[in-house]
Structure formats: C-alpha cells, structure tokens
C-alpha cells in the first residue's frame, strides 16, 4: 500500500494526488493509498512505498509527471531480516499482551479457578496435608459451579471439561496415583478455565484462526 | 378479529375521524363557556408549556386507566371510553395530542397503530396552492409576495410526511416526560432538517437559511397556509414584512437571547471534569427548548417555544399561524428561519469544544484513499449501486462478496457493470454508478371538508431510485472487531461547513480478523428513516390492517421520510460527498440496538441511547485547522469520501 505524509496544505498536494492517480492506472495497479498529516507547515511530502521514502518534495517543488511516479510504484521491497525480525516481534509482544489481559484473573472466581487448578495439580508447594486435597476439592467444586453458572458465556463446553479435569484429578490424587491421568486432567481444567476467560470476541477470532489452519469448520465470509 | 385486534381498529379510528368538525363543536362549548366567565383552551399549541401540562395530566390519566386494569385490553377499553367522556370539553388537538403520547409510549403486548397524517390531518397537510384554481393561486400570490424563490420550496417544507415527521419527534420527545439525551436530541435533529433543508436550497442557487433572531426586525416572508387549512378553521395567514405584535414580546427575545449568549461566554456550559459533553448539550438543549430537565432559574427556559407562539401570534386579529403546531410549523419559512437561530445557539456552544484527536481511539481498520479525475476525494472502498440491479438468487452480502472483494478487491468500480461467477460458476453482475436519480412524483390527498364537500389536492413529492452501499473495509486487527458504520452527505460546495453534513446512516458491522470484507448496506435499512420504508405515500398507513397489530412485528413512527433519504439534487446533476466513518462499536454502543424505526432520531423504544458518542458525532465539533474536514477524512485510515452526483431525472 502506497503511503503520503505531507503537510495537508502543500501546494503540490493537489497535483501530486491527480499525478499518483494516473501512474497507478498506468502501472494496472488501484489507484488507491492512505494519507497522514505533518503538522509542520513546511515539511516534505513524503511518498512511501512498502514503508521506505520513495520520493520527497519540499513546498517549492511542484507535483512530478505521472509517468515519473510510475517508476516508483514497483520498487522491489525485500524487507531485511532485521525488518522481518522485528515485525515478528511487534506482532508477538502484541498478541502475548493480548492473551496476558485476556486470561489474567480480574475477579475473585477467576482468582479461585486459577488457586484451585495450581493447587490441585501440585504447582504450589506446600507441606502435604491431608485436609488440604479436600480444600482443593471444594475450591475445584466452585470452579466447575461458576463455570455452570456462566454457561450463557460459552455454552456448557468449559463446564463439561472442568468437571472432567476435577474428577481426575480428585480420583487420581485419592486412589490411582498416576502421573499422566493427574496431567490429564489439570490440561483439561486449564483449557476449561481459560477457554471460559475469554471474550466471546477472542473466542470468535480463535475459531477463526482455527478455521484457517483447518483445525476447526472453515471461517464462512459469505454466511 | 381478536379483542386485541378490535381495540387497536377503535383507537385508529378515533385518529381518523375529522378534526375540524370536531374543532367547530368545541369551539361552541367554548363560547359558551366564555359566555358564564370560564376560561378554556381556544387553541392548543405544543409549544405552550400550559397547554402541554394539560395534555399530560390527560395521557397520565390513560396510562393509570391501563396500568390499573385487570387485561389490557380492558384498560384501553377504559382510555377510549374516557377519550370519548372529554371529547365535549376538552380542545380536541390537545386530546389528539394526549392520546398520541400514551400510543406512542404504550409498550404493551397490543401494537396500537396511529395513521398516517395523510388519514388524521389531510387537511393540514394540503398544498398551499389548494387545486391550482386561479383564485386560490391570486389569494396566496398576494399574500406571500415577495418570496418567489421561497415558493420554489413549498414541496419541500409542505410533504405530507415531513410534517409527520417533525409532529411525531415532538411526540417521542415531549416535554413533560423528556427521555435521555433529549435536549441534545432537540439540537440535532432540527439541525439535521436544517442541512437537508440548506442542501435544497443550494441546489435551487438560493441562499442558505439565516437566521430570525431579532423580533425587532419584521418577518420578511409571508406565508397562507392554503384554502384547506383555512377551511380546517386552523390557521391564519401572514402577510409579508409583518412586524410582530408590539408589547413585551419583542424586547423579551432580545433580552433572553443575550442571556444566553453572555451564558455561553461565561462558561456555564462549558464541560469540565465532572460534566461531559453530552450532559452539557442535554442540559442547554432542555433549557432551550424546553423540557423538565431544563436548568432552573435561567430567564431564557423555554425560549424555543417562546419564539414558536410568539411568531404564530404575530397577527392582530387574534389567529395563529401554524408555526404554533407542530403538526404544520415547518410548512412556514419562518420556521428555518427562527431554527437556524436556535441552531446557531447550538454552535456557538459547540465551537467552545475542542477538535478530536481522531487517532486515539480509531479501530484499525483501512479504507483506501484516491481521487477522481478532478482531484475530487475519491474512495475506491466505497461502491454504489443500483438496488434494480442486484442479482437475483443470491444474497446482496453474498453478491458484494464476490463482486467486490477477493480477486475484485484491487478493482476500481466507479460507473462500470460489475461481474463475477457465483459458486455454481454462473455469471452475476451488477451496475456500480456515480450518480443517484431522484424524480418529482404526485400524490393526492383525498378527504371530505366541513360540510361533506369531498375534496382532493395533488402534492409532489420527492422520490429516489433506490440504492446501495458497499463498503470495502479491511481490518488490520488480528483479532475479532465490531465497528460502527456512520454514513454521511454534504453538498459538495459546503463540504468544509460541519453543520451541513447529513446524516444518512449508522449501524454495526463485524469483522473478521484481519479480514478484507464488503460490507452492504441498502438505502432501505438506513438508520434515520422510519421503518418499514414508505415507499409512496399513499400506502403509508392508511388503512388499518389489522395483521400488524402484533408486537413482534411493531412499526415504529419515529423518522425521516424514506421518499427524502436523498437530496433532490439537479437536473445536471449536483455534486455531493458521500463519507463514511468507522468507529470503535467497544467504545460507541451504550445499549441495546434499534430494531425499527429510526435509531439515529429516537434511539431504541423504552432503552437508552444506544450510541454512547455525541449525536452527529464526528461532526459535533470543530475540525483541527488546517486540515480541516477534507484534510482530516483523508488522514484517517478509518474514514472515506467519494464525489456522488445527484441527478433529477
């Protein structure tokens, strides 16, 4: 996408649209950009192509011939790995501080769930005691009750899979000892809980994004 | 018919029945009453904070009748036959109104239904011209001479259903009772009808509205109200130059309205860190208009109205003019006229405000940026066409989709025939167009007068063909986004002028993420118009129809007249802007969605206001210079523009 930054009252603005219009039809390309504003009067306009300054004109210059400006449209833009490397960086800082707000716990239920499932797995460590597997039962119980009585949020899907992770947990740490079924069911009890966490927004956009890795039914544009 | 159904036919009809015999039968009760000392209402006006108390004590009393009966049914039983118990005594405008402001604010399972204007006051909403008979064109010609080119607009401010419209706002939003946010909504939705009002008048190359604002000046425009309303036994007409009455009147609207103009230097509403915009708006509009919210002890409450009666009693034979209803004020050029000054009050208030930072709080989304062959602002997001020409078999959504986006969405459609291959590789098409064609129609106006003469009047009317918007819109968020939609149009000559921008519509859209979609929208479906759109005139309620006395499917009244979505632009064509603007829906939705009627006018029935932004947001405040609105638009990813012309064919 072809970018002008330029004081909004250059005398060559005008001109430099027109001109920008006709090279882009020249090229076959949209004639189609985005503007921004300086708020210094006499700042440059600045044409940008794939985020790099193709063309610069002070406020003496006049607009340049269309065919001029279609030698600039197809720059090749290789980004450098230095760009891609940071581009990946903004875009994962961004979606890790998303899922940060996303599943931090913003009420004392969240707070319970989270206590419940860091306990219960044995995250946390305490001196065992055996009243203790019966105060992380009742904590997992109200759990798996707030996840029953928020079901209008997501359906019984969480619900279903909390009681589930509770009851492995709850049988494994009483009588069956067993490593894997204990993780079982603490991967259950996270996703349940986290899963009930999020905004229906985030849940749309991750079955989206399931749709389009083919994890999930393909994202419908024409429904 | 159902008991349901029985009573809403009983209450329509008493809406049918003809006033003026009815005006005629109270006026002999009311000499009478004269006749052995005792004071009666001679002649209801909304605008008289008197009259409007009465007519509430009477709505309220409709409502207990409802609310204290055992079915509903039986309570509004009980309203008809209290109606017909104060029908003898009682001004019937002013129980006409009372009536109309318990209908309108009933919610309960019965859908009661009001006619059209067309069936309630045909007589009030006859042509001026009358039949075109020469004594009638002499009558008017010598009263409103001196104002050709205001005649030029009587099909404007004389459509039947505009004057429905204004009526019906002043019924949703009475002053007794006000609803949320309805001081601010008394600004916006008379300036809306101002700047489609202006963008007529632009287009006849007549100046735009200035203001009267000074009872010391006479009214320079005469107005005769028509044979018909005359025979109604309504109004009276004003001759051209007429000064206003001597007495207090005149120094009074000078005095009140320095007072509130010393009011706004002196900051009294000025929003601080406590009292935000939209509360400093209600409260000035309230005082101004007024309503029961109006801050006490200000000397100018009520100042709108004021000017509406005193203008109306402008004559000195003890008649008024219609600007004392709302029912005909608009019909008046005076009416604009005293308007554009209550709306200049309103902008001297807004241009206090500082300009928004549209940066802060813009979803990220992308629309694209271009320009016509004349430089003029040119979106290639946005793509209008004909509604006729929409392929059939496949939904407008899907049409736009594949028309428009994928493979297409680097296409430039400005006046082309549209192609695509819909999944069963079949070919749809569909004609994109620069232009929108409005045409004059003619519809008639059929009752019997005073005395069982039938009558029948012609009227134009303005109509368009109708159209469709697709917005192509990318959002650049990688996560789910729900925007707000706002559509706006403005004579392209008054583009830069903010309170000339016409609101066309405002609703929701999803987007996926990072999705490239095509939203439709048709004109049909457009946020300020009432709902279902009324195609003609003449099928707009005017029957009962007892299928839609059903709740589910309710009508609501409130909203502009679909037949006047658009400017009638010229017959070469005028040049409009057409802009939208995306918003953050996050931040914007303050409630529940409409789902009838106009959402940009009254909101949702019975909910708040469900845009939480300032109304005519973003064109409530000054734009930072020296972008200015042109400039701002085109720095904004989130908004676009486009050159439209509007053609009269």
């Known amino acids: 996408m072809l970018h002008l930054h330029t004081p909004p009252q250059h005398p060559a603005l005008p001109g430099f649209r027109l001109a920008l219009r006709q090279a882009m039809i020249s090229a076959g390309d949209l004639p189609a950009w985005t503007e921004t504003y300086s708020d210094n009067p006499n700042a440059l306009l600045e044409l940008i192509v794939d985020e790099r300054i193709v063309l610069e004109l002070s406020v003496n210059q006049p607009a340049p011939a269309p065919a001029r400006l279609v030698g600039l449209l197809h720059r090749p833009a290789v980004p450098t790995w230095r760009q891609q490397a940071s581009r990946a960086g903004q875009l994962s800082v961004r979606f890790l501080s998303a899922l940060f707000i996303a599943f931090f716990p913003k009420c004392p239920f969240c707070w319970a769930a989270y206590m419940s499932y860091l306990g219960a797995t044995g995250v946390v460590s305490v001196q065992y005691q055996p009243w203790l597997i019966w105060v992380l039962a009742g904590l997992l119980a109200i759990n798996v009750g707030v996840l029953y009585w928020t079901r209008h949020r997501h359906g019984l899907g969480p619900f279903w899979l909390c009681l589930a992770g509770a009851a492995l947990v709850i049988t494994n740490r009483l009588w069956l000892n067993e490593p894997a079924l204990l993780w079982l069911g603490a991967g259950c009890l996270l996703v349940g809980s986290l899963w009930n966490s999020l905004s229906q927004k985030m849940t749309d956009s991750i079955r989206y994004w399931g749709g389009v890795i083919g994890i999930a039914p393909h994202p419908n544009h024409h429904a | 018919m159902t008991p349901q159904q029985d009573i809403a036919r009983e209450i329509w009809e008493i809406f049918a029945e003809p006033t003026p015999e009815k005006r005629a039968r109270y006026e002999q009760f009311r000499l009478q009453e004269a006749a052995v000392g005792r004071r009666a209402v001679r002649f209801f006006s909304e605008f008289r904070p008197a009259h409007l108390d009465l007519a509430e004590t009477i709505s309220t009393r409709f409502a207990d009748l409802v609310s204290t009966a055992p079915t509903e049914v039986d309570g509004l039983r009980a309203v008809v036959h209290e109606y017909r118990r104060l029908e003898p005594t009682t001004h019937p405008d002013l129980l006409y109104h009372a009536l109309r402001v318990f209908v309108t604010h009933h919610h309960g399972s019965v859908d009661l239904e009001i006619p059209s204007i067309l069936v309630t006051d045909p007589e009030l909403v006859a042509p001026s011209e009358g039949d075109g008979s020469q004594r009638e064109r002499d009558s008017r010609l010598a009263v409103a001479a001196g104002s050709p080119e205001e005649t030029r607009l009587d099909w404007f401010r004389e459509d039947p259903l505009l004057n429905e419209h204004h009526a019906h706002w002043h019924v949703v939003y009475t002053g007794n009772n006000p609803l949320e946010r309805q001081g601010e909504m008394f600004f916006y939705m008379h300036r809306q009808m101002l700047a489609r009002y202006n963008a007529e008048r632009t287009a006849l190359t007549i100046s735009p509205v200035k203001a009267y604002d000074d009872f010391r000046q006479p009214i320079k425009v005469g107005y005769a109200p028509g044979p018909d309303v005359r025979l109604g036994r309504t109004f009276d007409d004003r001759a051209p130059n007429l000064g206003l009455l001597d007495g207090n009147d005149v120094s009074d609207q000078r005095t009140l309205l320095t007072d509130i103009r010393n009011d706004l230097l002196a900051g009294t509403f000025d929003v601080t860190a406590a009292v935000n915009e939209i509360v400093q708006a209600d409260r000035l509009g309230s005082t101004i208009e007024p309503n029961a919210r109006a801050l006490p002890g200000k000397t100018y409450r009520g100042y709108h109205g004021f000017g509406h009666v005193a203008i109306a009693d402008s004559d000195l034979d003890g008649r008024f003019g219609v600007m004392a209803r709302t029912t005909t004020a608009i019909r008046d050029v005076v009416f604009w006229e005293w308007h554009q000054g209550i709306d200049d009050i309103y902008g001297q208030w807004q241009t206090r405000l500082q300009p928004y930072n549209f940066r802060t709080d813009a979803p990220k989304t992308l629309l694209r940026k271009s320009v016509d062959t004349a430089g003029q602002p040119f979106s290639p997001d946005l793509i209008v066409c004909k509604t006729a020409s929409l392929p059939t078999g496949i939904t407008p959504e899907q049409a736009g989709t594949l028309l428009f986006g994928g493979a297409n969405w680097n296409t430039d459609f400005g006046n082309v025939l549209a192609t695509a291959n819909n999944s069963a590789g079949q070919p749809i098409r569909c004609q994109t167009t620069n232009a929108l064609n409005t045409r004059m129609q003619s519809g008639t106006i059929r009752f019997t007068d005073v005395g069982g003469v039938p009558r029948a009047y012609n009227y134009p009317f303005v109509n368009h063909d109708p159209f469709s918007l697709f917005i192509r819109v990318e959002n650049k968020n990688p996560v789910k986004t729900t925007v707000t ?165």
């Open chain 2, 485 to 649: 939609v706002r559509v706006f149009l403005v004579p392209d000559t008054q583009a830069e002028d903010r309170t000339k921008w016409i609101e066309l519509d405002k609703f929701l859209a999803d987007l996926n993420p990072l999705e490239k979609k095509v939203i439709y929208r048709a004109d049909t479906a457009s946020s300020v118009i009432r709902k279902p759109a009324v195609t003609n005139p003449a099928t707009n309620n005017t029957a009962f129809d007892p299928t839609n006395i059903n709740a589910a499917n309710a009508r609501c009244n409130c909203g502009y007249p679909y037949h006047m979505l658009l400017p009638r632009g010229t017959t070469a064509g005028m040049k409009f802007r057409l802009m939208v603007m995306l918003t953050n829906a996050d931040i914007d939705i303050a409630g529940q969605q409409a789902n009838c009627a106009s959402l940009s006018f009254c909101g949702t029935r019975n909910q708040n206001y469900p845009d939480r932004r300032p109304l005519g947001y973003p064109f409530n405040r000054p734009f930072a210079t020296p972008a200015g609105i042109a400039g701002t638009i085109a720095g904004q990813d989130n908004m676009a523009s486009r050159v439209i012309t509007i053609k009269q064919v």
